[in-house]
């Protein structure tokens, strides 16, 4: 070996990093566990570095340089290996790459079995697929649980599908949960995009134990069946004419209510009656008489809506004429009542009206007339010109 060679390798054993070639994997292990003392370890802007040895952790540096003793990185100080004088530190070193991978998004696709169209409670199996961007938030979670201490460099593959294994998971739960929320149909779940992604986003996948988070949602899409999709069209336009159906009706019955129109229908009726009559009334006699009926009916009806409560109202109006008192006191008439309104004096009740017998003129106040028997239903009050027959007068005094 050259000494330009033995240079070489001493420079590399001096200093520790992730070659270039293998920045695109999110864990990368250097492969020399011996560390001379004072190396230089890089860690670059988007990873760390985390020690491990006999299997636990011994701590992780953030990005820059760093010199490889127990001053620069405290945590080392107990592990250093006195065998070999202090001078050589026995240490697995990884690298983990914490920023988005944008550029290697992971895919996803998953067939959502039973869910339940709202409105039409049909049951339809839409597919969903599309890619999400992830990121490391916790180098030591991910070593630990997932990809454990015996790293590949093609472990990025089991790592992103374990990720999309949970995404589809979470996908199952998380639309219908959606749909059912906003009471959208599976047809209109174009409209939903922004609110499902803000729900996966927040509940899909957790994958805080193992130190990962989705950082972005790139796309998604979802489709459905064509038989379904045509299935489920027939079945909402049946509900939307339903739902037609069911507001003319209820306008229909708000118009029939209203007494403004009920009086406008009767009068169009009694109309269309008259003009059927003017132009002979459909076929014959019993065309005419047909249309008659329906006339007077509409009449009747017409009457009933709008004379009957002119009646009414006429009926609780004060009777006028009535006959008047005369007052004892002042001789002014009154209107009734039981005080003169001229003078205040009190009044006499007025004389009930008298009948007479029809046939011998007594006045009658039982069932048969006292002077001649006559019933008293022949009884009725006197002609004006009768009067009752006059008291005699007295005889006059002798002298």
């Given amino acids: 070996m050259g000494l330009l060679e033995f240079v070489k390798n001493g420079v590399r054993q001096m200093m520790i990093a992730r070659p270039e070639n293998m920045h695109h994997l999110i864990v990368y292990k250097h492969p020399d566990r011996s560390v001379p003392m004072y190396t230089q370890l890089t860690v670059k802007s988007d990873e760390w570095a985390v020690f491990f040895r006999d299997g636990q952790l011994m701590g992780t540096v953030g990005a820059g340089r760093h010199t490889i003793d127990g001053q620069n990185i405290p945590f080392l100080k107990n592990w250093i290996d006195s065998a070999t004088g202090g001078n050589v530190l026995l240490a697995e070193i990884f690298f983990v790459r914490n920023q988005p991978l944008r550029n290697s998004p992971v895919k996803f696709g998953a067939k959502l079995g039973g869910m339940v169209d709202p409105g039409t409670e049909l ?38 599908e374990y990720a999309s294994k949970l995404f589809n998971k979470g996908c199952r739960s998380v639309i219908p949960a959606v749909i059912g929320s906003k009471n959208e149909s599976v047809l209109n779940i174009s409209a939903l995009h922004d609110d499902l992604e803000e729900a996966f986003m927040a509940r ?88 008659m009926a329906v006339g007077v009916g509409m009449a009747q009806m017409f009457q009933q809506g709008m004379v009957q409560p002119q009646m009414q109202h006429q009926a609780v109006q004060p009777a006028a004429g009535a006959a008047g008192v005369k007052c004892n006191g002042c001789g002014s008439q009154s209107g009734g009542g039981k005080f003169c309104a001229n003078c205040g004096g009190p009044l006499a009740p007025p004389k009930p009206v008298s009948s007479f017998c029809s046939n011998c003129g007594t006045q009658v106040s039982g069932k048969f007339c006292a002077g001649c028997g006559t019933p008293a239903g022949a009884a009725a009050a006197p002609p004006a010109a009768a009067a009752p027959p006059a008291a005699a007068a007295p005889p006059a005094s002798g002298g």
């Fill in 123 to 160: 049951s339809c199996s839409p597919r969903i697929f599309g890619s999400f961007v992830i990121q490391v938030v916790h180098p030591v979670k991910l070593i630990l649980g997932l990809t454990g201490q015996s790293i590949q460099p093609h472990d990025n593959d089991a790592m992103l």
């Fill in 204 to 291: 899909v996948p957790d994958l805080d134990d193992v130190g990962l988070k989705i950082d972005k949602l790139v796309d998604f899409t979802v489709t459905l069946d064509p038989a379904e999709k045509k299935e489920l069209r027939d079945a909402w336009n049946m509900v939307g004419k339903a739902k037609l159906k069911a507001k003319a009706m209820k306008a229909e019955i708000s118009v029939a209510e209203n007494p403004a129109y009920m009086r406008y229908a009767q009068g169009q009726a009694m109309l269309g009656a008259g003009e059927g009559l003017a132009k002979g009334g459909g076929s014959g006699v019993a065309g005419l008489g047909a249309e």
